[in-house]
Nanobody, 128 residues
Framework: QVQLVESGGGLVQAGGSLRVSCAASGRTFSGYGMGWFRQPPGKEREFVAAIRWSDGNTYYANSVKGRFTISRDNAKNTVYLQMNSLKSEDTAIYYC?????????????????????WGQGTQVTVSS
C-alpha cells in the first residue's frame, strides 16, 4: 500500500518561512495528483494547494495564493509545500493527500472527499 509521511513542521514566527514535505512509500507517484490540506485549531479541514501529475499544474486556496508554493520531486517521490510570509492563522496540522484515479470530466481540487490516501499530518505553529 502507498503510505504518505509528512515532515518539516514546527514553530516559526510570523513573517517567517517553513517547508513541509510529503514522502510517498510503496510506489512511485502515479495518481492524478496530490493536495495539501490543513486543519486549524477548532476548525474543519480546508484545502491549501494541489498539483496535477500529468502537467504539473498547481492550484491554491485564495488564503495562501502568493505566499505558498507546491512542488514535487519525482525522483524522491516527494511533494513539498513552501510556506512564506506565514501568519498566525496558518497555524494548523498540515496533511498531504493523493488522488489516484483520473476524473471523468473536471476535478474539484478543493473537495477532500475526492482524495484517496492521506498522511498522518505535521504540525505547523506560527507565533506572533
Amino acid at each position: 500500500q502507498v503510505q504518505l509521511v509528512e515532515s518539516g513542521g514546527g514553530l516559526v514566527q510570523a513573517g517567517g518561512s517553513l517547508r513541509v514535505s510529503c514522502a510517498a512509500s510503496g510506489r512511485t507517484f502515479s495518481g492524478y495528483g496530490m493536495g495539501w490540506f490543513r486543519q486549524p485549531p477548532g476548525k474543519e479541514r480546508e484545502f491549501v494547494a494541489a498539483i496535477r501529475w500529468s502537467d504539473g499544474n498547481t492550484y491554491y486556496a485564495n488564503s495562501v495564493k502568493g505566499r505558498f508554493t507546491i512542488s514535487r520531486d519525482n525522483a524522491k517521490n516527494t511533494v513539498y509545500l513552501q510556506m512564506n510570509s506565514l501568519k498566525s492563522e496558518d497555524t494548523a496540522i498540515y496533511y498531504c493527500a493523493v488522488r489516484d484515479g483520473r476524473p471523468v470530466f473536471g476535478f474539484n481540487w478543493y473537495n477532500a472527499r475526492l482524495y484517496d490516501i492521506w498522511g498522518q499530518g505535521t504540525q505547523v505553529t506560527v507565533s506572533s
